[in-house]
């Protein structure tokens, strides 16, 4: 029979249990020292496939991948990209327009950035669309980059359609990444969107534009190397929608299906990701692969069949 004694040490033993389990609920292991997120924009996994994009398609192939991933409706750029870096649907963050539009104001819920630096990490964000400026939330970015860091200044409507082509903004994310080494990066490749909507969805133009995204690529996984921080990142490589004819506005597997591959530190390796991955999961993945605490107003998830279930034991805490 059991005592007194031996009764609470089980007692106390099972609390102690529970509230370690729920310490690890709430704040996940930390499993990467940096997460760097890249778009592809209107990066169809239909065209991407019939695309000369070698480093892509090594990427996906040693990492985790699915190119069945979905993005939200409506599947256009600057809707998509906030889901992706908010991990919430629009019904949340409100972001419904398509366009840079100052009068409009910045998201209004967190972004994997502010959160990222609420918890004291380092954040970038490296854009080939002036509409991204919508999603610099006060204090959240060390850097935001649109073909140079922007010091904030106030940028007119009128400069809405502004663009800075892949191979600058990878240059411009490469050098950031070696001399800063970002615990949170976010690179945006605009050029087969361009392409798309000028020549068509799967054109050889677009082809072309996307051959040009895999260079720019090749230019960040170079950048990763040479900063030394290879066996500690984990890469994202998605897009925001796809697309047919020369747009993509419809709930229809053209428009909506993207890829989603994750490659790098606790990865599993050549790993066909079975699970349905939605874009706002992305920004779940990310903060959680850093350690942050994913806020429960999220819709988003961490997709973490596509990482060993132990976290790695190269993710050790920042020396302060
Ligand atoms: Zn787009």
């Known amino acids: 029979m059991m005592n007194k004694l031996s009764f609470g040490i089980a007692a106390a033993a099972v609390l102690c249990a529970t509230l370690s389990a729920r310490a690890e609920a709430d704040v996940p292991q930390r499993r990467a020292q940096h997460v760097i997120v890249i778009s592809f924009d209107g990066g169809k996994p239909a065209v991407i496939a019939e695309s000369e994009m070698p480093v892509l398609k090594r990427l996906a192939a040693e990492g985790a991948h699915t190119w069945v991933a979905n993005t939200i409706f409506p599947p256009k750029t600057l809707p998509s990209h906030t889901s992706m870096t908010t991990g919430v649907g629009p019904d949340k963050h409100q972001i419904l327009w398509n366009d840079w539009m100052p009068i409009r104001g910045l998201v209004k819920v967190p972004t994997m950035f502010s959160l990222a630096k609420e918890a004291g990490l380092s954040t970038a964000l490296f854009a080939g669309k002036v509409k991204f400026r919508h999603l610099w939330v006060k204090d959240s970015l060390d850097e935001f980059n649109f073909g140079g860091k922007q010091d904030g200044a106030p940028v007119p409507a009128d400069q809405n359609k502004a663009v ?12 950031y990444i070696v001399a800063n080494k970002p615990d949170l990066c976010f690179i945006h490749f605009p050029d087969a969107d361009s392409a798309g909507h000028k020549s068509g969805w799967g054109s050889p133009e677009q082809k072309e534009a996307f051959k040009v995204c895999d260079q720019a690529l090749s230019q960040i996984v170079k950048a990763v190397k040479d900063a ?13 929608h796809g697309g047919h004819d020369k747009n993509h506005s419809e709930n229809i597997p053209d428009d909506m299906n993207i890829p989603w591959i994750a490659w790098g530190a606790g990865v599993n390796p050549g ?6 991955v939605t874009t706002f999961d992305t920004a779940a993945t990310a903060i959680w692969l850093l350690g942050v605490p994913v806020p429960a107003s999220f819709d988003g998830k961490p997709v973490k069949e596509a990482f060993s279930p132990v976290a790695a034991a190269v993710a050790k805490p920042k020396a302060p």
């Open 228 to 240: 030394g921080i290879a066996d500690s990142t984990v890469m994202i490589m998605s897009a925001d």
């Open 271 to 276: 790993h066909e990701i079975k699970g349905a």
């Open 164 to 175: 800075v082509p892949a191979q600058t903004v990878a240059k411009e994310a490469a050098a």
